[in-house]
């Protein structure tokens, strides 16, 4: 087959071109810092990319639901703190009324500060976070107690038939982050402390009658107590889901950058490997293509 000078001058330009193509990819890895722009440039690691993005993006929703048990569980037992303080002066409170020499007046003061610190324990019950109520288990939307004018108490039924609020913290791991709302603001406890008031206002009680409600709020206050350390168990547990979502994080990150972002030093590196053979190509390709009839009649 014959070459001819217009065959040589075609590959000339097609390698000077592809050359120059080369270069100007160098120079866009540099500038955005990625391997490729466009998918074309490598399938692979396109979908790779893809791949890993969702990973981080799947490990990034799991520590926002993390985040959000936190306030759940720092809120909770912040609450059990003050149901705690609120039944230790219940307490205090049976404990000196149960004294013989009381009177009834001061008696039925004493029953007056129990109403009071009863509807604490009903705005306690019904706390929120991010406007759902903490301690009504999977129906949040809803407050767990509600009283009426006489001071009955009233729990959502539907809370205690359906006691765990769960958030998912990994792939196919779901938690609850709440208070069982059978453990602690239950009817028996607001049963006592009605019949309790009730007690104290009637002026017919002895010592001995106050005394025994001692017994019952020690009770509540055992209650309490389990329901805090299940809370505190819960709290671990959020720990170490959470540093394991770091990890994850941390790895997950990682792969997508080892497959995604270019190695800065290296594309240097080739950005002058090629910008020297473009030169080379330039002066080559201008010693192979012939001088024109043009060049003969200067």
Not at 73 to 98: F, G, I, M, Y
């Amino acid at each position: 087959m014959r070459i001819t000078q217009g065959m040589m001058t075609n590959n000339v330009l097609q390698n000077i071109s592809g050359g120059y193509s080369k270069i100007a990819d160098y120079q866009n890895q540099l500038a955005s810092g990625k391997k490729i722009t466009r998918p074309s440039q490598d399938p692979v690691v396109a979908t790779m990319g893809i791949a890993y993005r969702t990973d981080v993006s799947h490990v990034e929703q799991y520590q926002k639901n993390v985040t959000n048990a936190y306030k759940w569980l720092d809120s909770s037992d912040d609450t059990l703190k003050q149901v705690d303080d609120v039944l230790n002066r219940v307490r205090e409170l049976t404990n000196e009324a149960s004294t013989d020499t009381y009177t009834a007046d001061q008696r039925k003061a004493i029953g007056t500060e129990v109403d009071q610190l009863t509807q604490q324990l009903v705005s306690l019950g019904n706390t929120q976070v991010g406007g759902q109520y903490i301690f009504s288990g999977s129906d949040s939307a809803n407050p767990l107690l509600t009283q009426a004018a006489d001071g009955t108490v009233t729990i959502n039924q539907t809370a205690l038939n359906n006691p765990d609020f769960s958030v998912a913290v990994n792939d196919g791991i779901k938690m609850a982050i709440n208070v069982n709302p059978n453990q602690v603001f239950t009817s028996s406890l607001f049963s006592d402390l009605n019949d309790l008031k009730n007690a104290l206002n009637g002026g017919s009680a002895t010592g001995s009658d106050i005394s025994n409600y001692l017994g019952k709020i020690d009770t509540h206050l055992d209650a309490l107590s389990n329901a805090q350390a299940d809370l505190g168990a819960k709290t671990n547990r959020i720990d170490m889901t959470k540093n394991r979502l770091d990890a994850q994080k941390t790895i997950a990150t990682q792969v997508m950058s080892d497959n995604e972002d270019a190695d800065y030093a290296e594309t240097i590196v080739k950005l002058n490997q090629q910008q020297n053979v473009y030169n080379a190509s330039l002066s080559v390709g201008a010693k192979i293509i012939q001088t024109s009839l043009v060049d003969f009649l200067r």
